[in-house]
Each structure stands twice: as structure tokens, then as C-alpha cells.
């Protein structure tokens, strides 16, 4: 557990705008790093009318995981998979795992957490820094 001299000290020295969301995300809102890998924009509720009254939020309800071929396979073939994407394997014939977006393990870890104003102020930038990407590389940008 870090303090906040700490945690204030981390953020003003993380110069990496990836890692430096993620550190954000970690202390404002105590999220573990699959659910943080496993974020997307449809998940972040901070530009409609309830996030400028101060009730910026977002949902958790998928995380990325590592997971075994065999366990994937055997959860769909009984219809229990809570695989939502697959990514594509890079090494297809050597490889024994997958890369997937899935639900959470357990229903408790489905939940709606809202946000702190240095986390909204940091996902603004973040978004900002996207859609110029996004204009700068046109058709060559991959979301």
C-alpha cells in the first residue's frame, strides 16, 4: 500500500502516457490490471450530462486474460464460455494459450466505479491524444 506522498510521487515521475493512465486508474480507482487491460471507450462514461454534474463513471464487466487452449475449448463446448474476443494467435502451431477479452470470473466483479476528477482530467487527455492519432494516421490507425 502506498501512501499518497507516494502514489503523488509516482504519478508526477511516470512520464509514459500509457503506464501513467494506468497508475490513474490502479490508485483512483482501484482497479487491477486485467480489468484495466480490458477497458474500452464504451466502457467510460465521461463526456454526457450526468459526467459534468461530477458523476463521471465507468463500468466493469470484461478484463483480458491469459488462458489455457484447452480450458477455452472445453467451456465452449459445454456452452460456459465468457470469451468475448479472442486475439489472434501470433505463433498459432507453438502457442498452448490465447490472449482473450472475457467477463469477470465472478458477478461481484461486474460493477459500475466512479470516477475521481484527476482520473476524468487524465482520461480526457488520453482521448484527445487518440483522435490525433487517429486524424494524423488516417486509414493506418487501428482502434
Known amino acids: 500500500m502506498w501512501s499518497d506522498d507516494e502514489a503523488i510521487a509516482a504519478l508526477n515521475?511516470?512520464?509514459?502516457?500509457?503506464?501513467?493512465?494506468?497508475?490513474?486508474?490502479?490508485?483512483?480507482?482501484?482497479?487491477?490490471?486485467?480489468?484495466?487491460?480490458?477497458?474500452?471507450?464504451?466502457?467510460?462514461?465521461?463526456?454526457?450530462?450526468?459526467?459534468?454534474?461530477?458523476?463521471?463513471?465507468?463500468?466493469?464487466?470484461?478484463?483480458?486474460?491469459?488462458?489455457?487452449?484447452?480450458?477455452?475449448?472445453?467451456?465452449?463446448?459445454?456452452?460456459?464460455?465468457?470469451?468475448?474476443?479472442?486475439?489472434?494467435?501470433?505463433?498459432?502451431?507453438?502457442?498452448?494459450t490465447t490472449l482473450v477479452l472475457k467477463a469477470p470470473k465472478t458477478e461481484s466483479s461486474n460493477r459500475v466505479i466512479y470516477l475521481p476528477q484527476a482520473v476524468v482530467d487524465e482520461l480526457y487527455r488520453v482521448k484527445k491524444q487518440q483522435k490525433e492519432y487517429r486524424a494524423a494516421l488516417d486509414k493506418e490507425y487501428h482502434d
Open 13 to 96: 515521475t511516470c512520464k509514459n502516457p500509457v503506464l501513467r493512465i494506468c497508475l490513474y486508474l490502479a490508485l483512483g480507482c482501484s482497479l487491477r490490471l486485467e480489468e484495466i487491460l480490458g477497458l474500452q471507450w464504451t466502457n467510460v462514461h465521461i463526456e454526457d450530462e450526468r459526467a459534468a454534474a461530477g458523476e463521471a463513471y465507468l463500468k466493469v464487466d470484461r478484463e483480458l486474460r491469459r488462458c489455457s487452449n484447452e480450458s477455452i475449448e472445453a467451456l465452449e463446448r459445454v456452452n460456459r464460455s465468457t470469451v468475448l474476443f479472442k486475439f489472434p494467435r501470433i505463433m498459432p502451431k507453438k502457442a498452448t
